[in-house]
């Protein structure tokens, strides 16, 4: 199976780095403050993904995006075959929740993506409330909500990527199984 492409989006400044660098084990998790310049690949592998009831082991792309308005223009080639979005954010502000919506347009709407294949993470660090609120904007309604403490609650977050993984690529392997019946199924037909 090709590595599953997850894309995480969020407005500047909410942590999709830090939360990034987490999931891939990566060890350039920096104190300081950088903003993501266009987007960071990082590619690693999970193990023990329960894909259809069998453990299994999932490669990933994660795409680090940032979420500067500046590189806009670099949408469409981060969004080309996009399978997951994880949407980040870290505060309950109006002008961070519309930031959010026109990302959920984007790469969600136009790219035809289903609701389960997204997941949203709010990134608290140590001085934040770990509450969730209750609901984003109706925009988000059907997409799961997941707190995340990096420093406090590793594990959990690794737990919450791992399902949220398994849900995207059982649908993957789901989607594909159709598409090989549906060539099976005209092939037949025009073999009759």
């Known amino acids: 199976m090709q590595p ?52 299994t082991k999932v490669d990933v792309e994660l795409w680090d995006c940032s979420g500067d308005k500046k590189f806009e223009d670099c949408w469409p080639a981060i969004r080309q075959e996009t399978q997951g979005v994880i949407f980040v954010y870290n505060q309950n502000s109006n002008d961070q929740i ?13 790219a035809k993506l289903e609701s389960k294949s997204c997941v949203v993470f709010f990134f608290n660090s140590n001085e934040q409330s770990t509450d969730v609120p209750k609901r ?33 690529t059982t649908r993957l392997q789901e989607k594909s199984e159709q598409e090989e019946n549906n060539i099976l199924r005209d092939n037949q037909t025009l073999l009759k």
Not at 5 to 21: E, Q
Not at 98 to 110: A, T
């Open 4 to 55: 599953v492409k997850i894309v995480v989006i969020g407005p500047v400044g909410t942590g999709k780095t830090t939360i990034a660098n987490f999931l891939a084990d990566a060890t350039d998790i920096a104190s300081d403050y950088r903003p993501t310049q266009g987007v960071r690949i990082l590619e690693f592998d999970t193990a023990n993904v329960n894909v259809k009831n069998k453990h």
């Open 98 to 110: 519309k930031m959010l919506e026109r990302f959920h347009d984007y790469f969600v709407v136009q």
């Open 136 to 168: 984003i904007s109706n925009t988000f309604a059907k997409i799961s909500q997941v707190n995340c403490n990096v420093e406090e609650g590793g594990n959990k977050l690794k737990t919450d990527f791992q399902a949220f993984l398994s849900t995207l």
